[in-house]
């Protein structure tokens, strides 16, 4: 019933997309008017769209005219004119949704509009991208849009100073990577200085390829740290053992689907004998797991991970003497980034490389919750749909699914499945040549650098025979139809070629051996556009580890802007002076080229994907699906398997292989079946819940964590802009000593069991207060309320007197960099006792109790106490604390020293000048040199008593002196 109504009124997303169309027949109907337009006027029109946003006009009601006046722009600077579902995509972005635009569908002019319909406001808008190559490719390329239309552009990369990003910050629209703007995030809650700051307040973002940063990367949290102490040695030996343990896989379980190792009975057994015969247990201890060896269990348990779970060339890789991570979604290096907890530093001493000092946690926070910052988020990507409620519940974002310009002509076969590893590679080479032969582009997907490099090493060796084939000059008919420019013209050849027999072509048998390619991984992350950039002419073999080139559109004939580029490129490296007009002819002659090859690799079919390897994520596969059959072209795409893939092996490899071998599959032999495809996206759908429920009970556990960081964040910055703090300071005061009598003097109990001395003792240390406490508690009918009023006035007095001696402006100035100082060094505390409570708190299951309602508990318990202990801690050191400021020596005017040649002293030339006084300290007495302390007193302590005999601490006393 429900697919019936649906045929009859069309599903949700059809009838959301159906009313944007509606709204771009009005935008369309502007464009007569705006293309009368000057560029003057037309650039003007932005300053007249301010003007009426000044005067209180809504900014949806602009909708339709800054759309058109963006398009119009584009089409006089780009010399490209969006496309009627193009700015469907950017009412969708505008609204704060994600558009899901299949590949080739130009998502990068998509959010010319939106972006220049909110940089408007003046409150800035940040565009989103996945590498530093694309943020300064766009911010170029679409930054002149931007400022032929009178808006300033501002790009965010590695390197900047701290100026370059303020001022980047400050521009309309600025472009960069995830990564830069969420440590841009943590670093303006680490300075001093409002000043320092280099963010606005979070307006709006576009967020490109917004499944891949929203969604894969939101497990991994920014971080900033700083260096702890230095154990790479105790990692080199942890690891030593564990390489030594692991060789009986009965000394540890692993759970590939979980992603985790763990030591078995026997495996602990063995490492604890290893590590006593070492001598590496703390002293007087002969247990692994005793409280004192805890350290060496986390080393071990990670040593045991780093082996076991992490492969060389697939999760990581070796750059430069350090392990560079793999984004395994992407095939990309994410520089910079280091795994916590001390897993990265077992890495290292795996793979013998300097293990780095491991790093304390000063601020962090996850990429989810750092783009839930923004007022109004909104996500462009080829492939969102099978993530649509992660997006929903998380981000409060609606994907909608925006139809092609032109029809898809792409043939998507089913998956074949062969029994091992060395049959599907067969396979893929033959396929592989078959495509080179006949002179159609062929992109290869792997899931890893090892598995491309594999892949690389068979086709240099490979001998093959396939057969080429040319259609038959009474079919060729149909081979110039499928190149028309007339959409019903080229479907209809497209049909009839698809229906041809193997007696319409002439065959001839080729032999060779070796075939040339290109590899793509983050080995040659550098040269990723050039290598995507060629990867569609004719007979062109690409092997691409997931990533298959995002940013740069795979051409059929190749790509005129980037050969362009390596032109220039080529001529600076020859020191050739290019002039405008070479350019120009250069130009021509590319263009012309491509024209011939783009016909070549038509007629062969378009190009053909072919995934080597499922991936877990159903998303991955259709982003290497979508790089064929672009803007109406034809294109093929084919998924090879073996029974030892990780997907089919972890999930249903014994069964599937047994099922083979029943049926008879003879070696080489593949199985397909639309069966067995609904099998398969079955297993990566099971694999995509797990990975939703692991990040959605990290988003979890991170809102608590989130709340607090608001919190403390938005205190530190009312910190940074006050001028005056002492009101708070006074407030910290009044409830520490509200604190202390509250705790020594109970509400409730009698006099005499007030805990006198231990108050005395506390007054002292944190007011630095002597006052006769026992006195006041004797006298008769005294309250404890009545004793909080004297500890205040008392203190208060102190504050005064300290005040007095300090002067207004630097006791404000103190009082602020204590503030600061203190709330910082309490939350770098705070995350590691959190980080802690995090480990463990999974343990409260097993009593019956939820893990997350505990830590919730338990971390308000935590935030309570860093509160409390930061009232404490500031008021003693604003109280007790000796401030001491030298000032400069006076020089007397005109004064100068020389030698007299008779006596050889030196003697002053004016004799009248005095030498310059001591330098006067706090309690302006002179400064005594420690030569001149009595014998004995030189080396005392300085929180001893003074051995002068007055009772006070010798750095009250004699020794303020030094």
Known sequence: MLGFARKIFGSSNDRKVKDFMGQVQAINALEPKFAALSDDELRMMTQAFRDRLAAGEKLDKLVNEAFAV??????????????????????????????????????????????????????????????????????????????????????????LSQGQRQAAYTADITYGTNNEFGFDYLRDNLVYDRSEMVQRPHNFAIVDEVDSILVDEARTPLIISGPTEDRSELYKIVDGLVKQLIVDKATYDLDEKQKQALLSEEGSEKIEQMLEKGGYFAADTTDLYDAANVSLVHHVNQALRANTLYQRDKDYIIKGGEVVLIDEFTGRMMTGRRLSEGLHQAIEAKEDVKVQPENQTLASV??????????????????????????????????????????IQRIDYDDEVYRTFAEKNQAIAHQIADCHVNGQPILVGTVSIEKSEQLSELLNTYAYEVEKRTLKPEHRAIGDAMRSDDEKTRFAARKQFNALKPDAFDIETVKGRGIPHSVLNARQHELEAYIVADAGLPGAVTIATNMAGRGTDIQLGGNLEMRVAKWRLDQRNLAVAVTPEMEAAEEARLKADIAVQKEKALAAGGLFVLGTERHESRRIDNQLRGRTGRQGDPGTSKFYLSCEDDLLRIFAGERLDSIMRSFGVAEG????????????????KRVETRNYDIRKNLLKYDDVVNDQRKAVFEQRQEFMDATDLSELVAEFRRDVISDLVERYMPPKAYAEQWDIAGLDEKVRGELGLELPLADWAAEEGVSNEEIEERLVEAADARASERLGVLGEERTRGLEKQFMLQMIDMKWREHLVHLDHLRGVIGLRGYGQRDPLNEYKTEAFSLFETLLYELRHDVTRWLMTVEFRFEAPPELPEFQEIHLNPGTGENEMANPGAQLPEQALEGDARSRLPVEMLPAGWQNTGRNANCPCGSGRKFKHCHGALV
């Open 70 to 159: 963006a398009r119009e722009a584009s089409k006089r600077v780009l010399g490209q004119r969006q496309y009627d579902v193009q700015l469907t995509g950017g009412m969708i972005l505008h609204e704060g949704g994600i558009a899901e635009m299949r590949t080739g569908e130009g998502k990068t002019l998509v959010a010319i509009a939106p972006a220049y319909l909110n940089a408007l406001t003046g409150k800035g808008v940040h565009v989103i991208t996945v590498n530093d190559y694309l943020a300064k490719r766009d911010a170029e390329w679409m930054g002149r849009v931007y400022r032929f239309l009178g808006l300033d552009v501002g790009v965010i990369v590695n390197g």
């Open 669 to 684: 032999e593949a199985i397909t079946h639309p069966w067995l495809n609904r099998a398969i996206e079955t297993a990566q």
């Open 366 to 407: 996850t990429i989810q919750n750092y783009f839930r910052l923004y007022e109004k988020l909104s996500g462009m990507t080829g492939t969102a749909a099978t993530e649509a409620q992660e997006f929903n519940d998380i981000y409060k974002m609606d994907v909608l699914e925006v139809p092609t310009n032109r029809p």
